[in-house]
């Protein structure tokens, strides 16, 4: 049976993982193999925990297929260049091409972890490289989020603080163009100013409920590190964008090994691109 067919953590998975761990070091083919039955584990833990997939649109692209799409040329398109920073294309054209970037993440390992068959070091680092990649696509999509977003449809407020009454402007924005919110994306500490509004019973239980969202009227509440301190961005129940995936998650062995340490390439090939600006609303601290 493929290890990519394995329940992680089920003990077939451990026997199936600790023999490739002792295989691993006899030739090229046995690093190889193990390189392929870590992928798995690496693409679940991504899956678990990124949130750019609920704000911007999967698209898998067909091999040859240029992630080519459509957009108001009243509007700009905004996407994320080959260096990970926002660009955006000036209003007039009624299509819009998103190149597709890898991200990456170098795990290393030392010999003696695959010699001794420790699967719980090898685990922290298929979780470690996990990490490295979800965070690095997460800050990209709120990057271009946040660039894109119009100086119009922004909510300025004096402060430190987030208050009740500037992210019910900005929801109403939303509401203007008969939408609804979708979500509503904020670090915790911003989250953490909500718990000190005077708020009706039901919406506060709504913010005590456990998981990664939370509601606020129709909206979910995502938590992400990857969001500046000063902002909060509004996200109607309308698509706003596109993540064209040309590459699935892959790992390979790398051949630049030392005496000591072994490791992997892991890596995908992904764009990320906003078409409706003019629908997101953002909420931004001045001082």
């Known amino acids: 049976m493929k290890t990519n067919q394995l329940k992680i953590h089920s003990q077939e998975y451990m026997e199936t993982m600790a023999r490739l761990m002792s295989e691993a070091l006899e030739s090229p083919e046995g690093m190889r193999a193990l390189a392929a039955a870590i992928a798995a584990p690496i693409e679940q833990e991504i899956k678990r925990k990124e949130i750019s997939s609920l704000l911007l649109t999967k ?111 900005a929801i109403s924005i939303i509401e203007d163009l008969e939408l609804s919110v979708k979500y509503i994306v904020m670090r915790g500490r911003r989250f953490n100013d909500m718990r000190g509004w005077n708020l009706d019973p039901q919406t506060k239980l709504e913010l005590r409920q456990k998981g990664v969202i939370k509601n606020y009227g129709t909206g979910g509440i995502l938590l992400t590190a990857s969001m500046p301190l000063d902002e909060i961005i509004i996200v109607p129940d309308e698509e706003v964008g596109k993540m064209p995936v040309r590459e699935n998650l892959k790992t390979e062995s790398i051949d630049q090994k030392t005496r000591f340490k072994t490791g992997w390439l892991v890596w995908s090939e992904i764009g990320q691109g906003i078409t409706r600006p003019d629908i997101m609303a953002k909420v931004k601290l001045v001082p």
Do not use: C
């Open 59 to 169: 698209h898998t692209l067909p091999k040859g297929e240029r992630p080519v799409y459509q957009k108001k040329p009243t509007v700009k398109a905004h996407w994320i260049s080959k260096d990970g920073d926002a660009q955006e294309q000036e209003v007039g054209k009624d299509e819009v091409e998103f190149p597709t970037n890898r991200i990456h993440s170098n795990p290393m390992v030392d010999v003696s972890v695959l010699k001794n068959g420790n699967i719980g070091t090898l685990m922290d680092i298929q979780t470690s490289a996990a990490d490295a990649i979800r965070k690095e696509m997460d800050r990209r999509t709120i990057s271009v989020l946040s660039s894109a977003i119009p100086a119009a449809n922004t909510i300025e407020v004096t402060g430190d603080l987030l208050t009740e009454e500037a992210l019910n402007e």
